[in-house]
């Protein structure tokens, strides 16, 4: 399953709802990484550092 194609250095808004929504299905860091075509560390990091797995937002962490 492939979502977004970005290759940037942070993730994009849409990519942060996507993050948030596999979270609260129960995906695991590296089927979000691969649905977005990013590095199992870069996703790990973002929820990481905005929350954790059970309260990762994406609107916040992308204001933050």
């Given at each position: 399953m492939r979502i977004i194609r970005n290759k940037g250095k942070h993730?994009?808004?849409e990519e942060r709802f996507c993050v948030e929504k596999l979270?609260?299905?129960g995906q695991s860091y590296q089927k979000i990484a691969d649905a977005l075509e990013r590095g199992k560390s870069t996703i790990g990091e973002e929820v990481k550092n905005n929350g954790g797995r059970e309260k990762y937002n994406a609107e916040k962490a992308h204001h933050r």
């Open positions: 993730l994009t808004k979270l609260k299905i």
